[in-house]
């Protein structure tokens, strides 16, 4: 099972040009205590705290998670996060050059781009999973124990996801949903299908 995870929101990207700096971007790569579209079965919270252990990482800004497209990097100081009361925010001494101009800076000022994400691992331990009242699965995410990129992104994660949803319908009739919200083996089978 692969042991890292992508999320996408859809928050303020902009982007500016410093003349110290360059062209730079600013975002949150992740939103706190708001829930995320369906990720095949299940909704996820990003709760404040969750961050803490993975703030220092060396992390890399990319574009579309692809590490072809660098934008910067924290051990450079080309990328800089922080925490707020949004979730986790970046600031991104993007390179000037033409293919970022073309492929991230021209469609940011146009509003053809504007979500951003990141790639993540949480701790062991670091999730909790429960069924509201709606009977929505929702896993809430406490700690990252690794933080590996952050970045603009065309398309949000997991958009289309019909295996897991197919998967999460067997589970129910199987009467295997309340192993998945109690039990880590199941929601790993579940989260490396979704991935």
């Known amino acids: ?6 999320r996408s929101f859809a928050t303020e990207l ?3 040009s410093n003349s110290e700096r360059g062209p730079q971007i600013f975002g949150h790569g ?3 205590n708001t829930r995320s579209v369906n990720l ?3 909704r996820e919270i990003i709760m404040p705290g969750a961050f803490d252990d993975a703030i220092n990482d060396d992390v890399r800004a990319v574009f579309n998670h692809d590490q072809n497209f660098i934008l910067g990097r924290s051990s450079s100081g080309t990328l800089r996060l922080s925490l707020d009361e949004t979730g986790l925010a970046y600031e991104i001494d993007a390179p000037d050059t033409q293919s970022i101009r073309d492929l991230v800076l021209t469609p940011m000022a146009r509003g053809d781009l504007r979500e951003s994400s990141f790639m993540f691992s949480v701790a062991y331990d670091g999730d909790e999973w429960m069924q509201d009242d709606e009977g929505i699965i929702v896993r809430k995410v406490h700690r990252v124990s690794r933080l590996y990129d952050v970045g603009p992104v065309t398309y949000p994660a997991y958009e289309s996801a019909d295996s897991a949803k197919r998967f999460v319908e067997q589970m129910k009739s199987d009467g295997d949903l309340e192993k998945a919200i109690n039990q880590r083996s199941y929601r790993e089978r579940l989260l490396n299908l979704i991935r």
């Open 14 to 16: 902009r982007s500016e």
């Open 40 to 42: 095949g079965g299940f």
């Open 30 to 32: 992740a939103v706190f």
């Open 1 to 6: 099972m692969s042991d890292f995870e992508r």
